[in-house]
């Protein structure tokens, strides 16, 4: 299998949808699953830690500086986690999964979504950018994706995250732009409104 550290918690509930959990620079494969649990209880959790050390901090592609990316990096990137879902789908017989990414984490969802659209049935991207300058012409046929960005956000622009959503809905994606009253930071409202959302299209 693609060389991914990860972990893996089965289904506990038929009807939920798997998730891909993609957590911020820094983090790692155990991160994000007390949040994948509140998001969509009784999903299979699929956690990958990012491959990229930035200073001893896992991520998943390379930076030339904060908000600058090396985009040859992340074509690589998002190809490879492309591989690496593909392979696990088989191994642990799950479906496409809903990504749920963080800052770096949701970074690299939003290049995967760009990249290889069958990888994810839909993501959810918590304080996202545009992963690439020039992206290839997608088509997502109406995936659905949530945005949820930070008003106060000194990472993510708010113009960023505005192009983020329309470069998405250009490529078809169902897209739910929201923008809260915080910074990068996650809040409470993030976990309800991601848990709602997932609620609704799943
Ligand atoms: C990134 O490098 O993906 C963004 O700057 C978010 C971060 O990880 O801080």
Same mark, same amino acid.
Request: net charge negative; hydrophobic share 50%.
């Given at each position: 299998?693609?060389?991914?550290?990860?972990?893996? &918690? +089965?289904?506990?509930?038929?009807?939920?949808? +798997?998730?891909?959990?993609? /957590? =911020?620079? =820094?983090?790692?494969?155990?991160?994000?699953?007390? $949040? =994948?649990?509140?998001?969509? %209880?009784?999903?299979?959790?699929?956690? %990958?830690? =990012? !491959?990229?050390?930035? /200073?001893?901090?896992? !991520?998943?592609?390379?930076? $030339? #500086?904060?908000?600058?990316?090396?985009?040859?990096?992340? !074509?690589?990137?998002?190809?490879?986690?492309?591989?690496?879902? @593909? &392979? #696990? !789908?088989?191994?642990?017989?799950?479906?496409? +999964?809903?990504?749920?990414?963080? *800052?770096?984490?949701?970074?690299?969802?939003? @290049?995967?979504?760009?990249?290889?659209?069958? @990888? $994810? @049935?839909?993501?959810?991207?918590?304080?996202?950018?545009?992963?690439?300058?020039?992206?290839?012409?997608?088509?997502?046929?109406?995936? %659905?994706?949530?945005?949820?960005?930070?008003? #106060?956000?000194?990472?993510?622009?708010? *113009?960023? *995250?505005?192009?983020?959503?329309?470069?998405?809905?250009?490529?078809?994606? *169902?897209?739910? /732009?929201?923008?809260? %009253?915080?910074? /990068?930071?996650?809040?409470?409202?993030?976990?309800?409104?991601?848990?709602?959302?997932?609620?609704?299209?799943?």
């Amino acid at each position: 299998m693609t060389d991914f550290i990860h972990c893996f &918690e +089965p289904a506990t509930s038929a009807g939920s949808p +798997p998730l891909l959990l993609l /957590h =911020g620079t =820094g983090g790692d494969e155990n991160d994000l699953l007390g $949040l =994948g649990q509140m998001v969509s %209880p009784g999903s299979a959790l699929l956690s %990958p830690r =990012g !491959r990229v050390l930035e /200073h001893g901090m896992p !991520r998943f592609f390379r930076r $030339l #500086a904060e908000g600058v990316f090396d985009e040859d990096d992340v !074509r690589r990137r998002a190809l490879e986690l492309g591989d690496f879902i @593909a &392979e #696990a !789908r088989k191994q642990y017989g799950i479906a496409a +999964p809903i990504a749920v990414g963080f *800052s770096n984490g949701a970074n690299i969802a939003a @290049a995967l979504l760009l990249l290889k659209p069958d @990888a $994810l @049935a839909g993501a959810i991207l918590l304080r996202a950018m545009v992963p690439l300058s020039d992206p290839p012409k997608a088509a997502l046929g109406a995936k %659905p994706v949530l945005l949820l960005s930070g008003q #106060a956000d000194p990472i993510v622009p708010a *113009s960023n *995250s505005a192009r983020l959503a329309a470069l998405l809905s250009a490529a078809d994606a *169902s897209v739910v /732009h929201k923008v809260l %009253p915080t910074g /990068h930071q996650l809040s409470q409202a993030d976990v309800t409104l991601a848990r709602d959302w997932i609620g609704n299209v799943a």
